[in-house]
């Protein structure tokens, strides 16, 4: 098996807020006011092989995007390790641990926050190949015009601000961004969540031709299945900070396995079905201040038994390629 290209193990973050002033003098009259933590990701396991799509989806609140920004550097885990081509991320240091973060870039979901809105496009693309040395700065110009029109943006329009564009097309900007420093990987957390439905498909179609014609490999972070379908070739069901399922594309989406994936299929449209009776997944999904012991699904399985509620389910072997975390699956609900 080659070595993965990002891979992570046992990473878990958690977000924690000391107490505020109030807090602390209540304490000092005995409260027992605590720091407060959420924890966004617990003990997740990740692999995305070379030229490799993987899908990871799961409701808003789950913890994949926050799984995403670890993977592309913005936030370092609470606990476990990233590696990048078989190295741990923390060993690298000085221009191995720069050059390794130009491997894995990050297209956020709202492409006009992401976007300095005092930069003109030209800038907002080329300031980090410049900064960086990708090209010698005879070059860059020339270097930056063909990356634009890889994104599918006209060289022409280098000069204006990020307002004066669509939302497809600031989002095509920050592709290029991503592009111009020649990443490995893309993490695209919801990249196409806040686009109209036409434009979505011709991003998703530009994903699709970068990965050909350059090699890239993706994690295509989203809450719509159904959109990932169409460009992973594997996928990570996450819920409340867990990966619960795991495997190939066409596998996954004929035969689910988990119980909380079956119910993220049933929702998603579908014209043999548009006469079916809507079920969405009964209940609220838990907080992450106060995960349910356990499966942190059972609260909301319809399969749910006793077992459920005190044993964590490990994340098993259930066939070639194919992983799932469920106590109905070892015989022991």
């Known amino acids: 098996m080659p070595t993965p290209l990002i891979e992570t193990r046992a990473v878990s973050r958690v977000f924690t807020r000391k107490p505020d002033l109030a ?42 995007s926050t799984l995403g920004r670890m993977i592309a550097g913005i936030d370092r885990p609470t606990a476990g390790t990233v590696f990048y ?19 894995v870039q990050m297209v956020f979901q709202d492409p006009l926050d992401s976007l300095n809105p005092r930069y003109r496009m030209g800038r907002l693309v080329g300031e980090a190949p410049a900064y960086h040395r ?30 004066q564009f669509s939302g497809g097309q600031r989002q095509r900007i920050g592709i290029a961004r991503a592009l111009a420093v020649e990443p490995d990987l893309i993490v695209c957390d919801e990249a196409v969540a806040s686009l109209d439905v036409s434009i979505q498909a011709q991003i998703i179609n530009l994903f699709m031709e970068l990965r050909r014609d350059l090699g890239l490999s993706y994690l295509f972070v989203s809450h719509d299945i159904g959109v990932v379908r169409h460009i992973a070739d594997r996928v990570m069901v996450m819920y409340l900070g867990r990966i619960v399922e795991e495997g190939a594309v066409a596998e996954l989406f004929s035969s689910p396995n988990h119980p909380y994936t079956r119910a993220l299929l049933r929702e998603v449209p579908r014209l043999d079905r548009r006469h079916a009776t809507f079920n969405p997944v009964k209940g ?3 907080s992450p201040l106060a995960p349910p012991p356990g499966c942190h ?27 799932s975390a469920c106590h109905l699956n070892d015989g022991n609900a």
Do not use: M, W
């Open 85 to 103: 081509r078989g190295v741990p991320l923390s060993d690298l240091k000085g221009e191995e641990a720069r050059r390794a973060a130009l491997k």
């Open 284 to 286: 609220e999904i838990p």
């Open 297 to 323: 699904f059972h609260p909301r399985c319809p399969f749910a038994k006793p077992i459920c509620r005190e044993l964590k389910p490990e994340l098993r072997d259930i066939g070639p390629g194919r992983r």
């Open 134 to 163: 990708v090209r010698p700065r005879a070059e860059l110009n020339g270097y930056i015009d063909g990356i634009l029109r890889k994104a599918g943006l006209d060289p022409s329009t280098k000069d204006r601000f990020p307002h």
């Open 23 to 64: 807090a602390r003098l209540a304490n000092l009259l005995g409260a027992n006011q605590k720091d407060i933590a959420v924890h966004a990701v617990d003990s997740v396991d990740l692999t995305v092989h070379e030229g490799e799509a993987v899908g990871l989806v799961g409701e808003s609140g789950c913890g994949k």
